[in-house]
């Protein structure tokens, strides 16, 4: 990644600028009453987590139960791995058969990302389907792919997906109860999940202010749990006024995230926020992001307890699996085309209406 290829040059309306708004209002948020021993989930908290899920679908958690050595062990490891030559971390690259492993050459809107990446998949094997075509029923295992060196690095991401697993439920019963659902709403769709975890190594970049460590996107999942590091990247679209917001790093924290499939689950009473990652020429950041995703099997549609006559579901139901494989298949290439989107299930009909004549008020 020496020079920048043309491939890594963001079209100038999506280029960052230099000048760096810092977050101002993303939810700081103190789970520490979920570890009293009664592992309450008190009505307050319930509430804090609806209000910044509502408002800006981003907050950063503290006092999580996620042990601090957990994390410095995987980092670490991480670190590691990438500082190696390119020939030993190619020797577990992903390929179109091995959809898991180590890769540089990810495309975020169809165009090429200043990163390199090693991807894990928290079930081993994890099944998939084997093709986009809706009629087939094939399903593929796919299994991780652990580089010889560092040694650690398998035994540190397994213990830390432990960790990600716990939290992450806890995060999903309080985004149930904040809906007003059941808090064990969600648990059935993660029997089999898709979980991954992505370990990602930014290096410096000589044109920071034309290439994007990571281009703007939704994350497609139901939530992502991020871990990243002092050196700061991570930008966020203010729901408010569409302004990028940097995410300030703070100590130990979590970043938290809600994904698409939260957003038609809840039939977009939370909404799965754009974001994206600056680089810089001066420092390499590190970032650990773990998504969390259910079975593949899972039908994805607005829950029937959330909609209503008046409130009626704004998507069709989609395959989570199918849509997965299209994501994984299509970010490895550049395309011509859209990669796929919740949008392609949008339902029209209501905003065809209003366009034709109706108004509401
Ligand atoms: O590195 C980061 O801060 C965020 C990465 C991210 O958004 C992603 O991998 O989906
Ligand atoms: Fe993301």
């Given at each position: 990644?020496?020079?920048?290829d ?21 939810p ?9 021993p ?52 190619r020797?577990v ?19 090429r990302?200043w990163?390199?990446?090693f ?93 994007l ?23 966020v ?53 773990y ?46 085309v ?24």
């Open positions: 990644m020496g020079e920048v043309p491939a890594f040059i963001q079209a100038p309306e999506h280029r960052p600028k230099l000048s760096v708004i810092e977050a101002q209002g993303i700081l948020i103190d789970l520490s009453v979920l570890s009293s009664d592992d309450t989930f008190d009505d307050a908290l319930v509430a804090e987590i609806g209000d910044a899920c509502k408002k800006w679908g981003f907050f950063q958690v503290i006092n999580h139960g996620v042990p601090l050595e957990k994390r410095q062990r995987i980092e670490e490891a991480a670190r590691k791995f990438f500082a190696q030559p390119l020939e030993e971390k020797k690259r992903r390929d179109e058969k091995r959809v898991v492993g180590y890769y540089d050459t990810e495309h975020t809107k169809n165009v990302d990163k390199e990446v991807d894990l998949t928290v079930h081993d094997p994890t099944f998939i389907p084997a093709s986009l075509d809706p009629d087939d029923e094939e399903i593929d295992e796919w299994h991780n792919q652990w580089p010889e060196y560092p040694p650690e690095l398998r035994e540190a991401c397994e213990e830390y997906a432990k960790e990600m697993e716990k939290l992450a439920f806890k995060l999903m019963t309080l985004i149930a109860l904040s809906l007003g659902l059941p808090g064990n709403r969600f648990q059935g769709f993660f029997k089999d999940q898709t979980t991954f975890i992505r370990l990602n190594h930014y290096p410096p970049c000589p044109a920071p202010n034309l290439a460590g990571v281009g703007r996107h939704k994350d497609a999942g139901a939530l992502t749990i991020l871990a990243q590091d002092n050196v700061g990247g991570l930008e679209k203010r729901k408010s006024d569409g302004e990028w917001i940097r995410v300030k790093p703070t100590p130990d924290a979590y970043i938290i995230n809600v994904g698409d499939m939260i957003q038609v689950w809840s039939n977009e009473a939370y909404e799965s926020v754009e974001h994206r990652v600056m680089v810089n020429s001066e420092r390499e950041r590190f970032s650990i992001p998504f969390l995703n259910p079975a593949h099997y899972t039908i994805v549609k607005p829950l029937d307890e959330l909609t209503n006559e008046l409130n009626p579901a704004n998507y069709r139901a989609y395959n989570w699996g199918k849509f997965f494989t299209t994501r994984k298949l299509s970010n490895f290439k550049k395309l011509s859209e990669n796929i989107q919740i949008s392609h299930f949008k339902i029209q009909e209501l905003s065809n209406k209003l366009e034709g004549g109706l108004t509401i008020n």
